[in-house]
């Protein structure tokens, strides 16, 4: 089954005031009702959250779709299951815009000792806490995921 078949295209990209929150919450109701796919709308920040993921095996591929209208641009998001459970088993956005964390490189959580990330914005662009800690740079706590 192709990823065009499985996802109806949204003609009406809402706007919301936390769209990074926005698009984990999607991708947290695709895994609860066991969703092979799932669409998010286009942002370079969204973009480089599921690349990370997908770097660090949490998604198994993601496709950028309508490119040629920017209205419309969006992603698609395949995701990730081993034997019938899903690889994510939690994600969860920690910097919020009404409070943002922000931590030095020496306070980065480990995730379930390692098993799960954080993801960072920092001024080298998105990165693991294992990066961070490793680059000794800090920066904004987007989300958990494990």
Same mark, same amino acid.
């Given at each position: #089954?192709?990823? =065009?078949?499985?996802?109806?295209?949204?003609?009406?990209?809402?706007?919301?005031?936390?769209?990074? @929150?926005?698009?984990?919450?999607?991708?947290?109701? @695709?895994?609860?009702?066991?969703?092979? !796919?799932?669409?998010?709308?286009?942002? +370079?920040?969204? !973009?480089?959250?599921? /690349?990370?993921? /997908?770097?660090?095996?949490?998604?198994?591929?993601?496709?950028?779709?309508?490119?040629?209208?920017?209205? #419309?641009?969006?992603?698609?998001?395949?995701?990730?299951?081993? /034997?019938? /459970?899903?690889?994510? =088993?939690?994600?969860?956005?920690?910097?919020?815009?009404?409070? +943002?964390?922000?931590?030095?490189?020496?306070? $980065?959580?480990?995730?379930?000792?390692?098993? %799960?990330?954080?993801?960072?914005?920092?001024?080298?662009?998105? $990165?693991?806490?294992?990066? @961070?800690? @490793?680059? =000794?740079? %800090?920066?904004? #706590?987007?989300?958990? $995921?494990?």
């Amino acid at each position: #089954m192709s990823l =065009k078949t499985e996802i109806k295209t949204n003609k009406n990209n809402r706007v919301t005031s936390d769209p990074l @929150a926005d698009c984990l919450t999607r991708i947290r109701n @695709a895994i609860t009702v066991n969703k092979t !796919a799932v669409l998010v709308p286009y942002s +370079r920040l969204k !973009a480089e959250l599921i /690349q990370l993921l /997908q770097t660090e095996g949490f998604i198994k591929s993601y496709e950028v779709i309508n490119n040629d209208n920017p209205a #419309m641009k969006s992603i698609v998001i395949e995701l990730k299951y081993y /034997q019938g /459970q899903s690889v994510i =088993k939690g994600i969860k956005r920690v910097s919020k815009p009404g409070l +943002r964390k922000y931590v030095k490189s020496k306070y $980065v959580p480990r995730v379930l000792n390692g098993l %799960g990330i954080c993801v960072l914005s920092t001024n080298i662009g998105l $990165v693991t806490d294992r990066k @961070a800690r @490793a680059e =000794k740079v %800090g920066g904004e #706590m987007l989300c958990l $995921v494990w």
